[in-house]
């Protein structure tokens, strides 16, 4: 099958969509797909191996990026990769743009629209209207429970798995396999040997770092490692940890070697406040699926996160420890508990590791696609 990829931003790019995007793109390839996927913008003239480090890549694809302008607010390349898409042949076109859905499914194209949030502002809830009515919907795609019963709820979509479908995200779990250990790991990227807890990703507001920088404060005997984030906010916040000769942040590292980092720390971080940034700033706390949660399972280490409820779709106590959000008293008794207990570290990283195992990128992407030649329009 040839399927279409449009994306929602530029690409390369460091944000989460633009890396599941990327992530499922390469994984429809695995599945013996052929895939191309348009982007706006110029060609940034990247080589493919570049590309494929940056996203932790393993299958080749072709990208065509779409020259765009900002006037029209991305509605000229939703209609010109709608256009290219079909001139290509494509049998599917999967998209997170509400656009580019909206006018491949009137336009007949079969398409698959996968949606992480509730539509908003005056023109999301008509666009996802329009694609629900669209000849060529096939496939409205969500990554959490919640999300899935309020679209439900306000669009009255039958609830049939090939209509409105569940995907949480996933993981590469092939590169999570056999991960040394953490003094090994650090060995490897010259880090200093004591006990760690580790961050990664981006460091907007919301993120719970004010937390990790107070913990650092009251264990002194901890390092703390901070893997990603833009370099303005990676300078942002070295500057509000100038007194913690122990706290080190790395900045970016390409997803090729994420693994590498987070096997280095003893226990992993995810301090989620009741409202957490996205990309774009806005709240994304309600329906939030972070893609690390996923890598934190998959690499084996300890999890301590909020008790977000949102996250408890994925976490719960046999596979985390659940705290209260931006209570620095309980994460610190948490994380001191944890450092003195390696048989308990031992024991939700088993269980971590067994919960990953459920979300490969290719059992998402083959439920995405399963059946979809054969499915009626919605």
């Known amino acids: 099958m040839k399927i279409a990829v449009i994306a929602q931003g530029t690409i390369p790019a460091q944000t989460a969509n633009s890396i599941q995007n990327m992530k499922m793109a390469g994984t429809f390839v695995g599945l013996g797909n052929e895939v191309k996927v348009f982007a706006p913008g110029k060609d940034p003239e990247i080589d493919w191996r570049q590309l494929a480090n940056h996203y932790g890549l393993e299958q080749q694809f072709e990208i065509l990026w779409i020259p765009i302008r900002s006037f029209w607010r991305r509605y000229d390349f939703a209609f010109s990769s709608v256009r290219a898409a079909q001139e290509w042949g494509a049998d599917l076109v999967y998209t997170r ?13 079969p398409t698959i629209f996968e949606l992480h949030d509730m539509p908003s502002g005056a023109m999301g809830p008509w666009l996802l209207r ?8 096939r496939r409205l795609v969500v990554n959490t429970n919640h999300l899935k019963q309020q679209i439900q709820k306000r669009y009255q979509i039958p609830d049939e798995e090939n209509v409105l479908l569940l995907a949480p995200n996933g993981v590469d779990l ?3 396999e056999d991960l040394p250990t953490p003094e090994v790991a650090r060995k490897k990227l010259g880090l200093p040997e004591t006990f760690t807890a580790g ?3 981006h460091l907007y507001k919301g993120r719970g770092i004010e937390l990790i920088l107070e913990l650092a404060r009251r264990l002194p005997n901890v390092r703390f490692l901070f893997v990603g984030g833009r370099p303005e906010d990676v300078a942002w916040r070295k500057q509000q940890a100038s007194d913690l000769a122990h706290a080190q942040f790395i900045g970016f590292v390409s997803n090729a070697d994420l693994p590498l980092y987070q096997a280095a720390c003893d226990v992993l971080l995810m301090p989620h406040e009741r409202k957490v940034a996205g990309s774009s700033g806005a709240d994304i706390s309600e329906f939030t699926n972070p893609l690390k949660m996923f890598e934190y399972l998959a690499s084996g280490r300890p999890i301590l996160v909020s008790d977000l409820p949102i996250l408890r779709e994925v976490l719960n106590e046999e596979n985390a420890t659940l705290l209260p959000i931006g209570d620095a008293q309980s994460w ?19 269980a971590g590791e067994k919960t990953a195992a459920q979300f490969s990128w290719e059992k998402r992407a083959a439920r995405v696609l399963r059946g979809i030649g054969k499915t009626a329009k919605i």
């Open 97 to 109: 743009l509400p656009q580019a859905a909206t006018f491949a499914g009137e336009r007949g194209l």
């Open 199 to 201: 961050y990664t990703g």
């Open 332 to 350: 610190e008794s948490a994380l001191t508990t944890l450092m003195a207990s390696p048989a308990r570290r031992a024991e939700l990283s088993k």
């Open 130 to 137: 329009r694609f629900l009515k669209a000849p060529g919907a």
């Open 174 to 176: 092939q590169r999570y």
